[in-house]
């Protein structure tokens, strides 16, 4: 790796670091009212008043390390330092921020180009210059999943739920689900979903103590189940995972906090929990699975594979329709991290996803043609109870998200 030609000096970074000059150097047009609001802000940060230091030391070491205390600028302001001092980018080379964990990465990059005045993102996807180009067919799949969930609209134009989606560092649905938990008023419990599904796995299960940790696991399905201060280790699971969630969850809050996203929990408890499972389905109606037969094996809905429940998966009977969040293949075929919703649930959230008649003929379309008659049969009763003699067939369902602009 090449080092600069040129001894870097702060001089050339202080103007365009804390003065506006009107004009983006990067987009070439007029800056944004919020760039403003950050220049005012970058001298009082620490690492401002080290930049000669600084550019000193990077000028002279192919590597260099720094630590310091989060706030201090370092990992936003010295990127920038380097950038307003060399210009690399006229220059074909490129200024990289890196962090060891996804939540932190995708709050950087927000960040950095918040500071710089950019906007992340491309809006031809077609066209993307990927480092690794996925399958057409994985593209496409990917933007019918943002079209379901009413993030992208059929002109492929990112919806106003989609831009409040995309602040959010995590993949569409948890993204999905933390902005539509007040509604089911169990936003509290659904951040601390998404922060432990956004981490490694916390079960650990020693090969020499395999039914000691299926034991211990087993105890964590009671709620109201009590642990002792050693619990983690006692109940194997890995302190490390559990804190990195717990780092994960605090970042997510700051994200709802900062979009005045409400914190709520539901004061009933049975009641709780049936909206935790309402309000998965809001984000993985896409990742559902129907119980074919009597031999335990289910089918994935659309993809129509056969799949069992993963032992792990912590259900102690087979329902009907599950929701799920891994697919995984070992032996055989397996679904995990599990759980049981109703299939009124999925017709009410995503009612064009769920029409049967986009189903093959099997059990799967036939249980959705029961839902959806009961359903309409309860529509019908209650027109009649209210003096009605409407007979016509209700308006179709409605996915969360579509039914108001946010």
Not at 38 to 58: H, Y
Request: glycine letters at 6%; proline letters at 6%; a neutral charge.
């Amino acid at each position: 790796m090449d080092s600069f030609p040129v001894m870097l000096r702060g001089t050339k970074s202080e103007k365009p670091l804390t003065q506006d000059h009107g004009i983006n150097p990067f987009t070439k047009i007029p800056h944004t009212p919020q760039h403003r609001k950050i220049l005012g802000k970058r001298r009082k940060l620490p690492v401002f008043a080290q930049m000669d230091e600084f550019l000193e030391v990077f000028s002279r070491n192919q590597v260099t390390i720094v630590v310091g205390e989060t706030g201090t600028g370092k990992s936003i302001q010295i990127p920038q330092f380097v950038t307003f001092s060399d210009l690399p980018h006229t220059k074909g080379k490129m200024v990289g921020c890196t962090q060891p964990r996804r939540v932190a990465t995708m709050s950087v990059a927000k960040r950095v180009a918040d500071e710089m005045d950019l906007q992340l993102g491309r809006h031809d996807l077609v066209r993307f210059d990927y480092v690794d180009a996925p399958a057409p067919e994985s593209l496409m799949r990917a933007l019918e999943l943002l079209n379901f969930l009413a993030a992208m609209n059929d002109d492929g134009e990112m919806t106003p739920l989609g831009k409040l989606m995309a602040e959010f560092p995590l993949n569409p649905q948890l993204a999905k689900l933390l902005i539509a938990s007040p509604e089911f008023k169990c936003s509290n419990e659904i951040l601390t979903i998404s922060a432990m599904l956004s981490v490694p796995n916390v079960w650990l299960r020693p090969i020499d103590h395999r039914h000691e940790a299926d034991a211990a696991k087993e105890l964590f399905i009671v709620p109201e189940n009590k642990h002792d201060k050693n619990w983690a280790r006692t109940n194997y699971l890995s302190a490390s995972a559990l804190r990195e969630a717990e780092n994960v969850r605090g970042q997510l809050q700051g994200i709802m906090e900062r979009l005045d996203i409400d914190l709520v929990s539901h004061s009933d408890e049975a009641k709780l929990f049936t909206n935790i499972r309402k309000a998965l389905v809001c984000g993985f109606f896409m990742q559902v699975a129907h119980k074919e037969g009597e031999k335990g094996n289910y089918l994935t809905v659309k993809d129509n594979q056969i799949v069992g429940l993963h032992p792990s998966c912590g259900l102690t009977t087979q329902p009907e329709w599950v929701i799920f969040n891994e697919f995984v293949l070992t032996a055989r075929p397996y679904i995990r991290t599990v759980t049981e919703v109703r299939p009124d649930w999925l017709l009410e959230d995503a009612p064009l996803y769920f029409d049967p008649k986009g189903f093959p003929a099997g059990q799967t379309k036939q249980a959705l043609e029961r839902v959806q008659a009961k359903e309409l049969g309860k529509m019908l009763a209650r027109l009649d109870i209210g003096g009605g003699s409407h007979r016509g067939t209700p308006s179709s369902g409605r996915e969360r998200g579509r039914k108001k602009e946010l």
